[in-house]
């Protein structure tokens, strides 16, 4: 395989909305690009792209796939993403390394909550965008409303440079407003040329026009002419919306049937002739010494990498996925890993088709591939043929939303679980564990059930072990609405040395978020100064522990006031115990309450599906904040109890068919309700009395 100049290379991310005909998109790319030899099928578990176990068992994407094909000397890397909102972090991932985004929409569906996030994307990331409407060969497609819609919700750059002709079943063509001209597709993908049909002749006309009035309008000379003459020459056209694209002046959108080879041969033209090289964006951003610093993508630059992606694969080890952003990466090349201070050498390279790896010797700046074995990289580090010590600025990943507590079904299988959870935390920046004290539970968290699923999952079979998931334990808080007394006295005076201690204590409600205080108002000599750090203790190590649930307790001033002590048996422990005595005699009598956290949750889902979600929230003691439209979607601001966010995730795909998603955070610690409050206060006393 040959090396590729940074000029003849094309990187395009393939974003949208599940089921919007991405994978297999990907695959008919590959099948004109002469890659493989027929477009595989999501049923049958045979695309290039989905082919994982997790994939082809769910026939859904869930991760980033690479792929590439050659057209005319020009090299398109094709990085397929999942449209699961669960696998967000392989999307950023792919946004990071491309300069071009095609955006699918399907043709019979519209915009969806996955439509809108690819073009967030769009936007976050700065590429280009292509709308691709796909499927067009399905029954009740609806093009002229969902270019409306597109237009109007996302940008009114969005313009169409085709039509679609015989939409439906016997879609085979588009008229083509950069050719002027029918393209009628054959059953190979391969199309002919043909004039304009007349009866669609003034339908061609307008639309020509308003694309020629934009594409002058992205350019003062360019609208200079157009003003001069009323028109642009066909040159003029195409390197004014080349600009035009590359500034995201012009989103062209054009329709697609993969099945069919509708399109597809004519889309690859399109990125070839009028889509941005890697160089063309300019620089990347890097930091050296939390200073800013811009690297040029040019193959005659330094050598840099930045790894997008890892992923560890069971006889194969890590492989990591990157982008060669500047210089060139050769075969036996030694980079410099800044961030570990490690030296990493590059024994073989590879491109990649699915799971398919082709070696090469050299890829240059702007082109992606992946290694294997790399000792000591992770995802967002960079590599440098350098003694310098700057970094490509990171990717952000979003914080997760959902967590659940795990336990391995067979006693002894616990270290193995936790090797199991630092290998796949060290994969997917979007997955984390920690191992609680305070809930005595290892608890996981990450973007929705399915990616929690799909990693436990990798876990399980990587180790042959069971994982248990289970519901993790709420941390209450314990806290009191008076101001109460309380006198306890310490006594051991039987046989051996002696303890005594005896210690008196007000204690009184603070506001929310104060925590512990502790204060000596003593007067008098009854206890000696040396005791109260002593209570002090005592009184802290009831308050890990709380009287009521065994949770902590917050937001309460103690103040030790009066004592006894004895000449002999005082000692440090005595009043610690003493005052751990009189702090919770006194609780019980200051009116204890529960706290359970709340959180705020910010909901989004098609407006439809209002009722419902509302209804749900309120049945799970949630308050709905406020309202707000954002497009067709709906977003809910709530605060509900974390008690009752257990998969919450799931219940809202189904209550909205997989078109809403959740984000969430901790806001504040709220009262129990009282019934609620008893259940878990005689749980809890059950749970001692069984000696757990
Ligand atoms: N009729 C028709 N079906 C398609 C076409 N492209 C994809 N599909 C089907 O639509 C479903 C979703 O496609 P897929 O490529 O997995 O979508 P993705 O989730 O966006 O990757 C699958 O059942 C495909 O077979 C197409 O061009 N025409
Ligand atoms: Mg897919």
Not at 376 to 399: A, R, V
Request: hydrophobic letters at 35%.
């Amino acid at each position: 395989m040959k090396t590729f100049e940074t000029k003849n290379v094309r990187n395009f991310a393939l974003m949208g909305h599940s089921a919007s005909g991405k994978t297999i998109l990907a695959d008919a790319l590959l099948l004109l690009g002469g890659e493989i030899n027929r477009i595989g099928s999501i049923s049958e578990g045979s695309t290039t792209s989905d082919y994982s176990n997790d994939e082809i068992e769910r026939q859904i994407s869930i991760k980033t796939s690479l792929m590439h094909y050659e057209m005319n000397g020009i090299k398109c890397n094709i990085l397929d993403t999942p449209g699961y909102m669960d696998f967000v972090g392989e999307v950023m991932s792919a946004a990071k390394v491309v300069e071009n985004t095609l955006v699918a929409v399907n043709s019979t569906s519209g915009i969806e909550v996955g439509t809108e996030f690819a073009w967030n994307y769009v936007n976050n990331f700065d590429t280009t965008a292509l709308i691709a409407m796909t499927m067009l060969d399905k029954e009740h497609t609806q093009f002229d409303k969902i270019v409306d819609t597109v237009r109007d919700r996302f940008s009114n750059r969005i313009y169409p440079v085709q039509i679609p002709v015989n939409a439906g079943p016997a879609f085979d063509s588009v008229i083509d407003l950069l050719k002027r001209k029918l393209l009628v597709f054959d059953s190979k993908g391969s199309y002919k040329e043909e004039s304009v049909p007349a009866h669609l002749q003034d339908k061609f006309d307008t639309m020509y026009e308003e694309l020629v009035e934009m594409v002058a309008e992205s350019d003062d000379t360019l609208l200079e002419r157009f003003f001069e003459t009323g028109e642009l020459t066909e040159d003029e056209l195409k390197s004014g919306l080349k600009k035009a694209i590359l500034e995201k002046n012009i989103f062209p959108l054009i329709c697609l049937s993969s099945e069919k080879k509708v399109g597809v041969s004519r889309l690859m033209e399109i990125i070839n002739d009028y889509y941005p090289d890697p160089s063309a964006k300019g620089s990347w951003k890097a930091v050296k010494d939390n200073k800013p610093l811009e690297i040029p993508v040019d193959e005659t630059g330094v050598t840099a990498l930045f790894v997008y992606k890892t992923v560890h694969e069971q006889h194969v080890g890590d492989t990591s996925y990157f982008k060669v952003v500047s210089g060139s990466l050769k075969v036996g090349d030694e980079l410099k890993n800044p961030f570990t201070n490690g030296n990493e050498r590059f024994g073989s390279i590879y491109l990649l088709n699915g799971k398919h790896r082709k070696e090469v010797s050299e890829i240059k700046a702007g082109d992606l591939g992946v290694a294997v074995k790399l000792k000591n990289t992770m995802t967002n580090h960079t590599l440098l043929n350098s003694k310098d010590t700057w970094t490509f600025e990171e990717i952000k990943y979003p914080e997760p939303v959902i967590r659940v507590a795990v336990e391995a079904a067979a006693k002894g299988d616990e270290e193995k679980i936790g090797t199991g959870l630092t290998q796949v935390q060290a994969e997917d920046p979007t997955f984390h564990f920690i191992v609680d004290s305070e809930l005595k539970q290892t608890i996981v968290s990450g973007m929705g059930e399915i990616h929690l699923d799909i990693s436990l999952k990798k876990i399980s079979q990587r180790f042959n072990v069971e994982i248990l998931q289970i519901q993790p334990r709420i941390p209450y808080r314990e806290t009191i609405r008076k101001t109460a007394t309380a006198r306890y006295r310490h006594k051991k005076q039987s046989g051996g040395a002696g303890q005594f201690g005896e210690v008196e204590l007000r204690i009184e409600p603070l506001p929310r978020g104060t925590g512990i205080e502790f204060v000596s108002e003593l007067v008098g000599m009854n206890v000696d100064r040396a005791f109260v750090p002593s209570i002090e203790k005592g009184v802290r190590q009831a308050c890990e522990n709380g009287p009521l649930s065994g949770n902590k307790v917050i937001d309460v001033k103690a103040a030790v006031f009066d004592g006894k002590q004895h000449p002999v048996d005082s000692k440090d422990i005595a009043f610690q115990i003493a005052g751990r005595g009189a702090f919770r005699d006194a609780f019980e009598k200051a009116d204890p309450i529960l706290l359970e956290p709340i959180y705020e949750i910010e909901i989004t889902i098609p407006e439809d599906y209002m009722g419902d979600v509302m209804g749900d929230i309120s049945s799970r003691r949630g308050k709905v904040l406020g309202m707000d439209s954002d497009g067709h979607f709906q977003v809910i601001k709530a605060e509900v109890p974390l008690a009752n966010l257990y998969k919450y995730s799931n219940t809202l795909r189904s209550i909205c068919q997989g078109r809403g998603y959740h984000r969430r955070k901790f806001s504040h610690y709220e009262y129990v309700p009282r019934e609620i409050q008893d259940k878990i206060v005689a749980d809890y006393l059950k749970e001692r009395e069984e000696g757990h």
